[in-house]
DNA sequence: AATGAATGAGCATTCATTCAT
DNA sequence: CATGAATGAATGCTCATTCAT
C-alpha cells in the first residue's frame, strides 16, 4: 500500500502523480487514451486509488489539457501586456512561444485530435462545466489582451486564437500518419513527419497572422 | 437474397448502393463510424455480401473521402487554369467553391476528424496505397496548377492547399461540440455552431490567403 | 465453432440449450445469477453467441420463469374447467400439482426471490413489456376458470391466485438459510429445510384456500 | 472529528444515530443497501467510525430487522394473553396491529425481501447466531402465547406465525414492483399498489387465520 | 476513539470478420 | 454470388474493510 496522503500537499503530489503517469502513457501510446489500470499501475497506486482523485479515466486527460492550455495564454498575456516592443516582434514571440511549447508538450494536440467526443462522453457534466469555465476564462482574458496591444475590435484577438489554434490542430493531424497515413494530403511524397510539422507550423501561422492583420 | 450482380454494371451499382447507405448513416450518427451490420441492413444486404465488395468496413469510408476530395481539386484545376479573370476572383472563386463543397458532403470533415487511425488501422496495405496515390496524384496536380496561375515556385500550392485543408479541419473541429463541448476555445459563449461554421471558415481561408500571397 | 443454426427449428433448440443450461447453473449456484460466460460455456457456445438469442442475460431467466409458470396457468385451467369432481377435490388436486411442480422446477422461486429489480433492471423495456402480457394474459384466464368453477365474482380467482404464490414464495424464502439462516422466524430451531418446505407448503395452502372460499 | 464517544450512554446514542441514518438511507433508496460511506455520512461520522460499533454493514441493517420485529412479537404476547375479549377480536387486533406496524416500518419487509443471503453472507457467524438467538426466543414465546390463548397443539402458534410473516413478505414483494414489475401476478392491471398493499394483507391475513383456526 | 486514504477483485457486452450452407 | 450464425477479445468502475495517523 503507498503511503498515504493526508496532508492536502500530498495528495496534490498524489494527483500530479497520476496526471504525469497518465501523460506518459498517452505520449507514448498509440493515440488512444491508456487504460485505467495502465494509468494506475504507472502511478504506483491501486485502480480505487486513481479514482479518488478523479471521477472518471477521462477527467485525468481533460486536467492535462487543462494544465498543457492555460500557460499558452499566459503567454498570450505576458507577450502582449509588454508595453514596449514592436507589434510584429510580439507576434513572431507569440508563435516562437506556441511552437515550442507544444514541441515540449506532444500530449496537447494528440488529446485534442482524439475522435469526437471521447473525453466529453465520460466526463461528469459538472467536470465538463468546470473545465469550460476555466479555459473559457482564460481564453477570452488572453484574447483581450490581444485587441488592446494590437488596437483590435473587441473579439478579434479570439477569434484570431482559435483560428490560430484550429490551424495547429489540423496541420498536427496531417503530420501523424505514419507510413501507412491516408487522410487527405498525405501522399508519401507530401507527408510531413513530426520533425518538418514544428516549421510547418510556424511558417503557416506566420501566414495567417499576417493575412489577418493586414 | 438480393438479387445476383453478375454484369460489371451491376456490381458497381452495388458497390454505389453501399457508399451511399454508409454516407447517410455516417452523417446521421453520431461522429463515429457505423457498424458493418448496419451498413449492410441500409444496403439492403446482408453482411457478408458487404464484404464482397470491400475488404474491411474501413475501405467503405476511404473511399467516400476520395470520392469527395477529388472533385475540389478537379475544381482547383479549372478554376487556375481558366486563362482569364483576375488573381484575387480565382482566390476567392475557390473559397467559396470549397465552403460549398463542404456544406453539401458533411461527411469529408467529419470522416476526416475520426480519432487518430481509425480508418487506417483497418485497411489493408495494399487498399491503403492505392487510395494515397490517386489522392496524391490528383492534389500535386492541384498544386501545380497553382503554381502557374500564380507564378509561385514549384510546390507551394500543394502546400498552400494543405494549410488550407488543415485549416478548414481544425475549425471544423471547434464547431463539433455540443452544448456538452469541452476541447480548446470552446467555451460556452464562444462555440463556433454549425451554421457558423462555414463564414467563419470563409473568413478565415481568406485572411490565410492573403496572408500567404502577400 | 459450434454447428450453424441455420433452420428455424435448429434456432429453437440453440435457444432452449442455453436456457437449460442457465437453468442447471443457477439451480446449483448460490442463489445469484450465473454469470454470462458461464452460460455460455454451458451451453458449448461463445458468448457472442449467447447474444444473438437473447439481449440480456437477464432475459433468458426472464423466460425461465415464464416457462415454469405457464404450465402451472395451464394446469388451473384444466383442472377447474373439468365438468365432474368436487369442489374440495379441484382445489387438492391443484394444491398438489403446484406444490409438484415448484418440487421439480427449483428455479421458479428462486428466480421470483431474487434481491428487489435483479432482472428487471437490466431488461430492454419491450422484452419486459412482452413478458408482462403474456405471463397476465395466462393469470387473467386461469383465474377467469377459477371464477366459473366455484361461482366466485370476477377476479376473485386472480386475488386468490396471487395469494396462492405470495404464500409460496414467502415460505419458501423462510426456508432457504443454510445453517447461517438468518430471517425472521429462522431459529437454528424452527428453520424450514428444504424438504420440509414443500409440506409446509401444502398445508398453509390447504388452510388458505379453506378460509378463503369460507 | 466528531465528539469522542466516552461514557457507555454515549455510546449507545451513537449507535442509535448509525441506526437511524441507516434505516432512512435505506427506506429512501431503490431497494438495495446503501453503501457504508452513505452510512457514515448520513450518521455524521466517518467511514472508520461506523465499524467501531459494527463489524459490517449487514450487521446494522441485521439490528434494524430485530429491532422492527421485536415489538410484533411483544404485541401478540400482550394482545393474547390478555383474559378477556374474544378469539376473534383478538385474531383481528393482531392483523391490525401488523398492519399498522409494517405500515410505519416499511424497512422491515424491505429488508427481508434483498435477494438471497445478502444480510447472512456478510455477517460473522457470532452475531448471526446471536440475532438468531434473540429473535428465536422472542418468536417462540409469541407463538407459545397463542397456543395457550387459543388451545392449540404446542408449536402451532409459531407455524401460524411464519406462515402469517410469509404472506406478508410474498404479498409485499408482488406490490414492489414499478410500472416495470415484471415478477408472476405483476401485470399491469394486476399490480398491487403500495397502498393497496396494506388491504390485501389485512384480507389476506384475515382469510388464512380463518382458514388455519377453523 | 476517530479518521479517511488505500486496496483490488469481479463482469456484461459489442462488433468486425469468416465461412458453411 | 449471397447469406447470416458464430466467434471472443477487451475494459471501466464500485465499495466493504483496514489500519496508519
Redo the contacts between chains.
Keep these: 500500500m503507498a503511503q498515504r496522503a493526508l496532508a492536502t500537499e500530498d495528495k496534490q503530489a498524489r494527483q500530479a502523480a497520476i496526471l504525469s503517469a497518465a501523460r506518459d502513457l498517452f505520449n507514448e501510446g498509440?493515440?488512444?487514451l491508456p487504460t485505467a489500470s495502465q494509468v494506475a499501475a504507472a502511478s504506483g497506486l491501486a485502480k480505487g486509488t486513481v479514482y479518488l482523485y478523479f471521477q472518471t479515466k477521462e477527467e485525468i486527460f481533460?486536467n492535462l489539457?487543462l494544465e498543457g492550455?492555460i500557460p499558452v495564454m499566459g503567454a498570450v498575456e505576458s507577450i502582449f501586456r509588454a508595453t514596449k516592443g514592436r507589434r510584429s516582434d510580439k507576434i513572431q514571440a507569440f508563435i516562437e512561444g506556441l511552437v515550442d511549447h507544444l514541441d515540449g508538450h506532444p500530449e496537447l494536440l494528440?488529446l485534442?485530435?482524439?475522435?469526437?467526443?471521447?473525453?466529453?462522453k465520460n466526463?461528469t457534466?459538472e467536470a465538463?462545466r468546470a473545465?469550460?469555465?476555466e479555459?473559457?476564462g482564460h481564453?477570452?482574458q488572453a484574447g483581450g489582451c490581444i485587441d488592446k496591444a494590437l488596437h483590435l475590435e473587441e473579439g478579434r484577438g479570439?477569434q484570431i486564437?482559435?483560428?490560430t489554434?484550429?490551424?495547429?490542430?489540423?496541420?498536427w493531424?496531417?503530420a501523424?500518419?505514419?507510413e501507412?497515413?491516408?487522410?487527405?494530403?498525405?501522399?508519401?511524397?507530401?507527408m510531413l513527419t513530426p520533425d518538418a510539422y514544428l516549421e510547418e507550423l510556424r511558417e503557416?501561422l506566420?501566414?495567417?497572422?499576417?493575412?489577418?492583420l493586414?
Excluded: C, I, N
Design positions: 498509440d493515440g488512444g481533460a489539457l492550455w494528440r485534442d485530435s482524439l475522435g469526437p467526443g471521447v473525453l466529453e466526463m457534466p465538463l473545465y469550460k469555465l479555459f473559457t481564453l477570452l479570439v486564437l482559435m483560428r489554434y484550429a490551424l495547429a490542430r489540423g496541420l493531424q496531417s501523424q500518419h505514419d501507412q497515413g491516408l487522410s487527405v494530403g498525405v501522399a508519401p511524397a507530401l503557416a506566420t501566414e495567417y497572422w499576417r493575412g489577418a493586414a
